[in-house]
Nanobody
Framework: QVQLVESGGGSVQAGGSLRLSCVVS????????TAWFRQAPGKEREGVAG???????SYAESVKGRFTISKDNAKNTLYLQMNNLKPEDTAMYYC?????????????????WGQGTQVTVSS
């Protein structure tokens, strides 16, 4: 059974930084695809950043240059370093995983999800 557990959310002022973590368990090796999504109240879930099976990354335009996704295969942990945070980044952040998504930022492509961690950015 694949399980994902996020941590690292919190409240920061605009311009601040946070690092989210997501521990992934249940896969027999590290060659799976992972991604971060977020959902603000009243809005649809949107993709933030993804990593494919070979380690290639992709980002939403709104976070390029500010967020960095990375994966530590030895620890089975996915990270999202978020710098220069803006109030519009406020949302519940979720990590997701699946075998063959190629890291695409489409929620329906992922079968496994964490419970989410809240990020709140004040102006």
């Amino acid at each position: 059974q694949v399980q994902l557990v996020e941590s690292g959310g919190g409240s920061v002022q605009a311009g601040g930084s946070l690092r989210l973590s997501c521990v992934v368990s249940g896969y027999t090796d590290s060659r799976y695809c992972t991604a971060w999504f977020r959902q603000a109240p009243g809005k649809e879930r949107e993709g933030v950043a993804g990593i494919d099976r070979d380690g290639s990354t992709s980002y939403a335009e709104s976070v390029k240059g500010r967020f960095t996704i990375s994966k530590d295969n030895a620890k089975n942990t996915l990270y999202l370093q978020m710098n220069n945070l803006k109030p519009e980044d406020t949302a519940m952040y979720y990590c997701a995983a699946d075998l063959w998504t190629d890291g695409v930022l489409v929620p329906d492509e992922y079968n496994y999800w964490g419970q989410g961690t809240q990020v709140t950015v004040s102006s």
